[in-house]
C-alpha cells in the first residue's frame, strides 16, 4: 500500500508541474514516519495548487492527511498522513531548508520507477 500512496503523491506533483522530486526513507531513523516526499514549485500558487491536487488525488483513494499546514503563504506546505509527510517548497525555500542535507544518510528513491520524469 505505501507504494501505491507514493505513487499517487507523486503523480498529483507530476499534474501540477512539480519538479525536482526525493523521496527518501526515513523509517529507520524517525519515529514520527516513514517516507519523506520532497518537491519543488515556482511561485506560491503552484505550491498551492500541488498541494491542493495531491490531497484531492488522495481523497479520492481514500487517504487522509491528518495534518496541513502552509497554505496561508504557500512558501513550504506540509502534509502529513500516517506513514508520509509531504514537503511542497517554493523553489527559494528549499534552496534555504535544504532537508536532504539534513536526511543525507537516509536511503534515496528513484522516482522514475513509479513512471516518473525527475527534472531539475
Same mark, same amino acid.
Do not use: M, P
Given at each position: 500500500m505505501i507504494n501505491k500512496k507514493i505513487e499517487i503523491i507523486?503523480?498529483?506533483?507530476?499534474?501540477?508541474?512539480?519538479?525536482?522530486?526525493?523521496?527518501?526513507? $526515513? *523509517?529507520?531513523?524517525?519515529?514520527?514516519?516513514?517516507?519523506? %516526499?520532497? $518537491? *519543488?514549485?515556482?511561485n506560491?500558487?503552484?505550491?498551492?495548487? %500541488?498541494?491542493?491536487?495531491?490531497?484531492?488525488k488522495c481523497a479520492q483513494e481514500e487517504i487522509d492527511f491528518y495534518y496541513k499546514e502552509g497554505f496561508d503563504t504557500a512558501r513550504w506546505i506540509l502534509l502529513e498522513t500516517d506513514d508520509i509527510i509531504v514537503h511542497i517548497f517554493h523553489r527559494d525555500e528549499r534552496e534555504?531548508?535544504?532537508?536532504?542535507?539534513?536526511?543525507y544518510d537516509n536511503n534515496s528513491i528513484d522516482v522514475e520507477q513509479y513512471g516518473i520524469t525527475n527534472w531539475k
Open positions: 507523486l503523480k498529483a506533483c507530476e499534474n501540477k508541474k512539480g519538479y525536482n522530486f526525493t523521496v527518501l526513507d $526515513v *523509517s529507520k531513523t524517525s519515529s514520527i514516519t516513514d517516507y519523506f %516526499i520532497i $518537491v *519543488s514549485g515556482n506560491e500558487r503552484q505550491t498551492a495548487a %500541488i498541494a491542493e491536487e495531491i490531497v484531492e534555504i531548508y535544504d532537508l536532504e542535507s539534513l536526511w
